[in-house]
């Protein structure tokens, strides 16, 4: 008589907020699987000079890829400061966290006003991005990175 109960939870799909130990914050996730949604980490080259090789991003990052089941890089040539129309985006990988590749892992070539995206296979500690400017004009390019856990 009059008594007030909590209503039923529903067995929808519903997000829920998932701690994160590794980076003691709290992330968005869902409850059909108690996993937080992928993080996508965003990297910039801005004015690359002619011929440039090796270029490390604006904020270079090692991106920790060691419980990955996928990963997905989309490269972005689209900026109005791009004007070269060959663009290397190189995937290097480690191992162990102290050496790394100097052949890629992975890699892609864009022109002018571009848009790819490729899938990289999990396996290494961490991966990071290099950029190639092949041709004899600026470069600028957005990259995003999504890690799947």
Do not use: H
């Amino acid at each position: 008589m009059g008594e007030q109960r909590q209503p039923e939870q529903p067995l929808t799909v519903k997000e829920i907020m998932v701690w994160d130990f590794e980076k003691k914050k709290w992330r968005k996730g869902f409850i059909r699987d108690r996993a937080r949604l992928p993080e996508i980490t965003e990297l910039l080259w801005d004015s690359v000079v002619a011929s440039a090789t090796d270029q490390a991003p604006s904020q270079d990052v090692a991106i920790d890829v060691e419980k990955a089941t996928g990963i997905a890089i989309q490269a972005d040539t689209t900026p109005t400061d791009n004007v070269s129309t060959s663009v290397d985006i190189n995937v290097e990988s480690t191992l162990d966290g102290a050496v790394w590749d100097t052949v890629p892992y992975a890699e892609m070539n864009l022109g002018d006003a571009e848009v790819k995206t490729m899938l990289v296979a999990p396996g290494p500690l961490k991966i990071r991005l290099r950029l190639d400017n092949n041709i004899a004009s600026v470069a600028e390019c957005r990259v995003k990175v999504k890690v799947v856990e």
